[in-house]
């Protein structure tokens, strides 16, 4: 009976363990295994009947809980950390490239992003311990795919479990270049983004390419046509272009979620330079996206890059001269660009939240559970923006409300107080059933926010209406005069003489 | 961790992704890529990548290793550790616990610092390290007493650091080679490492110089012939450097091929500045050079410090001192008419022995056929830069590779420096591309209908309009400077349709004529039976066309027959993301108007109206002569007769009231009661009154 207990409470404390497990190494595994063997021995064996050896069996059972429970204790405290509702930007990257020498090679970018808080986590993509999940817990928040030539990624990463990864609303960066494989181009594919089909092929662009002493056949681009978006690219502007050397891609237009960050400039093509040219590019002009961003439903970000060099400490560095322009760079816009566009990939920006959705008449301050048409209604709500460490108030002045009934009947935009509160004040129709409010915020670069309130709305009462109507006074006044008439008229019927 | 070569590292490293554009290049010639020297970029990297927390590094280790590299570097502004350091150089030599490791780093560090550090001290530390010699049992172990011994030999003259046993130590290491070349870390490790066996060399070399007695000579010729059988494993890069990989890699971490490279560089520089006579083919040593260079500027410290500490070692090694051929650009503008320039510098970027650049050949991409010229390249002492004036004749715009060759006239010279045979070149040759005889014309038929003549580049306004029956063309032609036909990589037509809807043409060519007709009865289809206004864009631009243009030519309304039912839909166009995102229009709801009433005036009129017939009963009734006479003199009846009129009243008011307030439950409930109570005094009142007048009547 003691052993049984005990039993259920070791399992209690694994499944414990196995639901949090993110960091619990092989070591604990083992532990739990001993564990389980000992308890099963414990129960099981009938011939154990020496007394110390079964205490000294109990014992190393004991401790062995212990060890798991410090565990998973410690585990809380490093699962606190990670992506939460309340603290939605990530902790913990995982880096895949196809050669270690990237992280020497690309070091600027990963330090910046270590240095911001996050802890990268590399791996060659090959590697056979690759694992975004164990136990169904995402031991990740975001992921960097850095390795464009891998054609298999090892242990049981593949196409799905990278989607399902950005499902659950995890994030990813994935940059391709010329010798990116099918592997790469098929996760671009899911998310709406064609990267050019010709293997062979560049972005080329005899418009707008990069002057250099030594890149002479243009296939190095100095790109400026940046999506007009402060959330996406931070407040301050770009000023020098962007080094880009690598392959194209379009977007998807069906695809709403889909935007393109960086475009080619309009005398760009993506061919294969060494060639001729002899049948038209499948990618020409502006429709060619550079780097593009996707933000889900569910407000997963990815972005993706032709290029993997445009994150490289060279380019970072280098200075920029754009063709046909006389503005010479100390330094190319590589790093603000790719260090704003990922604080944004890794919310560290555009992320709102709603809070304190309230409504009521005017004048009174309880929430009603019913509104009688025509009454004058408030609504408000509370939106702020993560900054990347704390919440900040929102300031907008295009939130609107819909009040809303199969369609909305009142859309109105919301005023601001510049601390984060938004109000609105209007009638309600003179419709009654059941209605909605509803806050559909959708801007570029942000999270979405789809709020609903469900309300009824109810008509008149008969005691409700307006009761002494002037027009009606004749009727009222015929009819007291009769009343009163037949009043006189019984004392004269009945006692005149 | 695993390094490999990365200017454009990961083109390198992705080997097989890379092949095919190799293979397109190889075919060209075999190596054709640029290593520049160390540049002013290293020098700033080094200073960024190594600084120094509040005065000191985090391990000796590093500090060697920072303060190596600015040696190397030659950073006069290299920030101040000094004393922090060599308080913890002090530390580490006096403290026993200290390990021959540790020793190893802090008399490094103190070769480079100069720290004050006894005598005494200093024999002290030698007989530690000699015990480690002899208890040593792994290679790191020997490598690390061994170089700590060697390090106070050069640090001081007045110790004795001579190892007696010296054949028996060099016996013992070899013990470790393995037959690949390859050596093991220790003896219980089976495992063998490109790294440990640069290790080794340079703990031999060691061994070698502080050796009391002479070495066994067949010894240090079998150690010769390990070195020959470990070139064997070098590795090669398609860009003709050499690299060594380690496959093994242990828990300390740096092992690739960064770090095996400079291992074995090192041993085999310390090797053979203790032995005579050790030949490596110099483009292998070359080879090495290029594959340090071909990193770049490596993004960490430890990466940079192998870089440059290597590259140190090859500038200075007795076997062959790689020389590099550099050009500042390999983009030549004929208009500008840019000079053909070559830099030649030892690794490290200084001046070289004097010598002479001869240009040997010129490959024109395309073609495999290449012009022999041996051209000696002018020499200008003051920017130490080779030039030649003109360019070689026949080279007009275009890609080319320029087949280099340094010659050394002094035979000494050519002995101690490797240069590698010949180096090639990418060079591209830019010019201004006439653009001549540009029209655009409809044709109906093979008919003329109009036609325009074209400035380009330059600004143009066609206005033409066509239907499904005619065609239209373009056409141009393109020379060169030295007026040859020229082909751009890209000559694109592109015609926009007002929906956005695109379409784009290649324009072909027929020597310098180029030459498009868009047959619009067969691209009607294509089109997608669109009428309207279609712009014309023209793109001509290539590598080395410095007047690459993309010129709106105007535009051409096309008259097309209308869409029959099953033609295809023109693909969507994507929507403007500023538009799909921004504030919906506002939604105010209109409220039902209420109904129209008469005013107030006319009600209160018909309310007196309907007044006036109650006053004219009054007044009748006052006309009439109304008395109470048969009111009930006695006074029950009386009473009886003033309850009845009072319940009376009471309905009468309750309906008043009923009006003004209650509702209608009150109303009946109070009615009911009033009703009973009217119903008993109306009967006793109204009978009474019935016998009153029945009395009269019988009366």
């Given amino acids: 009976m003691r052993n049984d207990s005990k039993r259920r409470s070791n399992y209690t404390e694994s499944t414990n363990a196995t639901n949090l497990n993110a960091e619990l190494e092989r070591n604990e595994r083992n532990h739990l295994v001993n564990v389980q063997s000992l308890l099963t021995l414990l129960t099981s064996d009938p011939n154990l009947k020496n007394p110390k050896a079964r205490r000294i069996l109990v014992n190393m059972a004991k401790f062995t809980i212990a060890t798991i429970f410090v565990a998973s204790i ?87 479990a990278v989607l399902d990864f950005v499902d659950s609303g995890k994030d990813l960066i994935v940059a391709a270049d010329a010798t990116a494989s099918d ?81 080619a400039s309009p005398s760009a093509y993506s061919a294969n330079p060494k060639s001729k040219l002899s049948t038209p590019p499948s990618l020409f002009g502006s429709s060619i996206s550079l780097v593009s961003v996707v933000q889900a439903r569910n407000n997963a970000r990815v972005l993706f890059s032709g290029s993997l060099d445009l994150f490289s400490n060279k380019f970072f560095k280098s200075p920029v001269q754009k063709a046909g322009s006389s503005n010479k760079y100390e330094k190319s816009g590589n790093q603000q660009f790719v260090t704003e566009l990922s604080k944004w990939v890794f919310h560290e920006r555009g992320h709102l939240k709603a809070v304190n959705v309230r409504h009521h008449r005017v004048g009174e301050t309880d929430e009603p559970a019913i509104y009688r048409i025509n009454d004058d209604l408030e609504y408000s709500v509370e939106i702020y923006e993560w900054s990347g460490s704390s919440w900040e108030p929102y300031v907008a002045s295009d939130v609107q409300v819909q009040f809303y009934m199969m369609s909305p009947y009142v859309l109105k935009t919301m005023s601001t107080d510049k601390k984060g509160l938004f109000h609105a004040s209007f009638k309600v129709p003179d419709v009654y059933g059941v209605f909605q409010f509803k806050v559909e915020y959708q801007r570029l670069g942000y999270t979405s926010l789809s709020l609903a309130k469900q309300i009824p709305v109810r008509p008149f009462r008969h005691n409700e209406y307006e009761r002494f109507i002037p027009t009606a006074f004749p009727y009222y006044g015929a009819s007291f005069s009769t009343m009163a008439g037949f009043f006189i008229f019984s004392f004269v019927y009945l006692y005149s003489k | 961790m695993k390094i490999s070569p990365a200017e454009d590292s990961q083109a390198m490293a992705r080997k097989v992704g890379i092949i095919a554009v190799l293979l397109a290049v190889a075919s060209i010639c075999e190596a054709v890529a640029i290593f520049h020297p160390i540049s002013e970029s290293h020098r700033s990297a080094a200073l960024e990548l190594f600084s120094p927390v509040a005065g000191s590094f985090s391990s000796l280790e590093e500090a060697y290793e920072a303060l190596r590299t600015f040696e190397v570097l030659g950073i006069e502004k290299k920030p101040d550790v000094k004393d922090h350091t060599c308080n913890s150089v002090v530390d580490t030599l006096s403290l026993m616990s200290s390990n021959s490791r540790d020793l190893y780093h802090a008399l490094r560090v103190n070769g480079l610092l100069k720290c004050e550090i006894s005598n005494e001290a200093l024999t002290g530390i030698v007989s530690r390290l000699k015990d480690a010699v002899k208890d040593a049992t792994s290679l790191l172990d020997y490598y690390h007493s061994i170089g700590g011994l060697l390090l106070i030999k050069d640090q001081s003259s007045e110790v004795d650091v001579l190892l007696e046993n010296a054949d028996g130590t060099l016996r013992s290491i070899k013990a470790l080679s393995q037959s690949d070349g390859r050596w093991r870390y220790s003896s219980s490790n089976p495992e063998s490492s490109t790294r440990a066996a640069g290790l080794a060399f340079e703990t031999i070399s060691g061994v070698i110089s502080l050796a009391a007695s002479a070495i066994d000579e067949t010894l240090i010729g079998t150690l010769k012939k390990d070195i020959m059988k470990l070139f064997d494993s070098i590795e090669k890069y398609d860009d003709g450097s050499y690299y060594f990989d380690d496959k093994h890699i242990d828990a300390s971490g740096h092992q690739g091929p960064l770090s095996a490279t400079s291992a074995v560089v090192r041993g085999l520089t310390a090797f053979a500045s203790t032995s005579e006579s050790l030949n490596i083919p110099e483009d292998k040593i070359l080879g090495l050079a290029r594959f340090f260079l071909g990193i770049g500027v490596p993004g960490n410290s430890k990466d940079l410090y192998y870089q440059i500490d290597t590259l140190s070692h090859l500038e200075n090694n007795r076997v062959s001192v790689p020389l590099v051929l550099s050009l500042p650009a390999t983009v030549l503008s004929l208009t500008s008419k840019d000079k053909l320039k070559v830099k030649v510098s030892t690794v490290l970027g200084s001046s070289a022995p004097p010598l002479s650049v001869k240009l040997m050949q010129v490959f024109s991409s395309g073609s495999k056929d ?133 379409h784009i043409f290649v324009v072909e060519n027929s020597g310098r004529h180029f030459e498009i007709t868009l047959d619009f009865l067969g691209l009607v289809e294509k089109f997608f039976y669109l009428s309207g206004q279609y712009n014309i864009d023209l793109t001509v631009g290539d590598a080395v066309m410095e007047n690459s243009f993309l010129e709106p030519l105007g535009s051409v309304e096309l008259d097309l027959p209308k869409a029959p039912e099953k033609a295809t839909q023109p693909p969507p166009q994507a929507a403007n993301p500023y538009l799909r995102y921004g504030p919906k229009a506002e939604i105010a709801h209109i409220f039902r108007a209420p109904e129209k009433r008469p005013p107030q005036e006319v009600s209160f009129a018909f309310l007196g109206l309907v007044l006036v017939p109650f006053l004219a009963f009054l007044v009748g009734l006052l006309r009439l002569g109304v008395n109470f006479k048969n009111f009930p003199t006695s006074a029950i009846p009386a009473t009886f007769a003033i309850l009845f009129h009072g319940g009376i009243a009471a309905v009468l008011i309750l309906y008043v009231l009923f009006w003004l307030k209650l509702d209608l439950f009150t109303t009946l409930k109070t009615l009911g009661l009033i009703g009973i109570f009217l119903m008993f005094v109306g009967h006793r009142t109204l009978s009474h009154l019935a016998s009153t007048s029945a009395k009269l009547k019988s009366a």
């Fill in chain 1, 74 to 160: 410690s585990l809380l405290l490093a699962l606190t950390r990670s992506f939460s509702v309340e603290n939605p930007t990530d902790r913990r990257i995982l880096v895949l490239l196809d050669d270690l020498a990237l992280k020497s090679s690309h070091s600027i970018f990963f330090t910046s992003l270590q240095a911001r808080g996050f802890e990268l986590d590399f791996k060659l993509s090959d590697d056979p311990k690759i694992a975004l999940q164990r136990y169904g817990q995402y031991l990740y928040d975001g992921l960097v795919l850095f390795s464009p030539t891998t054609e298999r990624f090892g242990g049981s990463l593949d196409v799905a």
């Fill in chain 1, 183 to 263: 592997l790469i181009r098929n996760i671009a594919a899911e998310c709406g983004v064609d990267f050019d089909e010709d293997p062979s092929a560049v972005v080329i662009d005899h418009g707008s390419y990069a002057v250099s002493g030594t890149e002479g056949d243009h296939t190095l681009i100095a790109a400026d046509d940046f999506i007009q978006s402060d959330v996406l690219l931070g407040s301050t502007k770009i000023e020098a272009p962007v080094l880009f050397k690598g392959i194209g891609h379009s977007v998807n237009p069906a695809n709403s979620l889909v935007l393109k960050v960086l475009s």
């Fill in chain 2, 370 to 502: 290449a012009s022999v010229l041996n051209k000696d390249l002018h020499f200008d002492p003051k920017e130490a830069i080779y030039s030649l004036d003109d360019l070689p004749e026949g080279v007009d715009i275009g890609e080319y590779v320029f087949a280099f060759e340094i010659v050394l006239s002094d035979p000494e010279y050519k002995r101690k420096f490797a240069t590698g045979g010949r180096t090639k070149v990418p060079v591209h040759v830019t010019g201004v591309v006439k653009v001549d005889n540009a029209k655009a014309a409809v044709l109906e038929g093979d008919v003329v209908e109009s036609e325009k003549k074209l400035d380009l580049p330059g600004k143009n306004d066609l206005a033409l309009s066509a239907n499904h029956l005619q065609k239209l063309r373009l056409s141009f032609m393109l020379t060169t400077p030295f007026g040859k036909p020229f082909k751009p990589h890209q000559a694109l037509l592109k015609l926009r349709h007002e929906t956005g809807v695109e």
